[in-house]
């Protein structure tokens, strides 16, 4: 079976301070692993994705996650939080199990303090 | 603006009704994907269409149906509806067949509220 686990669902740091949000996994398969933003009555957009090519993966706007088989884990981050990226972020596992298979995590809303 | 619309962009009805709602997808995509987001589920997966065929189901109830239509553009058909109904129904579309190997691009969705 598969899971995705979110550690926080909140989290709120300061302006200009490094951003870490926590994303734990479980699956049968080889996944591919998603973080999605959603903004305040916005649909998600994707940040990055992991689809079993280079382990540290880039995204738009300054984040980057990593992927780690032994912990499973997929944490995203950020060097420096700007206002800007207050929002909801859900970390997502796709497998394909002969259909494809996607769970969402809870998600984990971030605030940026000014 | 992710190019996928959907209509409309509110919805309050009444417990035991029906309601449509339409999604269009982006120019080219091929596959469109129904998500609802409530505050005790979270966002759950429910059907994907990929060329007017249904290509996955996840957690959609049989109270619940949708089609892709020729145009691409996509419907998913509420009935009987309930208050736990009441939720953020959301559109996706890709280029390809693959779900979320294919990247997704998000509707602005469709809010329903079930009185």
């Known amino acids: 079976a598969q899971s995705v686990t979110q550690l926080d669902s909140h989290v709120s740091v300061s302006e200009g301070t490094p951003v870490l949000l926590r994303c734990n996994y479980s699956?049968?398969?080889?996944?591919?692993l998603f973080w999605y933003v959603q903004h305040p009555n916005k649909g998600l957009q994707l940040l990055l994705k992991?689809?079993?090519?280079?382990?540290l993966v880039k995204g738009i706007n300054g984040f980057e996650a990593e992927f780690k088989k032994s912990e499973t884990s997929f944490h995203l981050t950020k060097p420096s939080a700007h206002m800007s990226d207050a929002a909801e972020y859900f970390c997502v596992v796709s497998v394909d199990t002969g259909g494809f298979k996607t769970i969402f995590g809870a998600g984990t809303r971030l605030f940026v303090k000014a | 603006d992710s190019g996928v619309t959907q209509t409309p962009k509110h919805l309050i009805t009444a417990t035991g009704q029906r309601v449509t709602l339409r999604c269009s997808p982006r120019s080219g995509d091929l596959s469109v994907y129904w998500y609802q987001q409530s505050l005790d589920q979270g966002l759950q997966f429910l059907i994907q269409?990929?060329?007017?065929?249904?290509?996955a189901k996840g957690n959609i109830l049989e109270r619940f149906s949708a089609q892709q239509f020729p145009d691409l553009h996509s419907e998913l058909n509420l009935s009987s509806l309930e208050l736990g109904d009441s939720a953020l129904y959301f559109c996706a579309s890709s280029v390809g067949l693959a779900g979320f190997y294919n990247e997704q691009f998000f509707g602005p969705g469709t809010r329903l509220t079930v009185l």
């Open positions: 992991y689809t079993s090519a280079a382990t």
């Open positions: 269409y990929y060329n007017g065929e249904e290509r």
């Open positions: 699956s049968s398969y080889s996944p591919s």
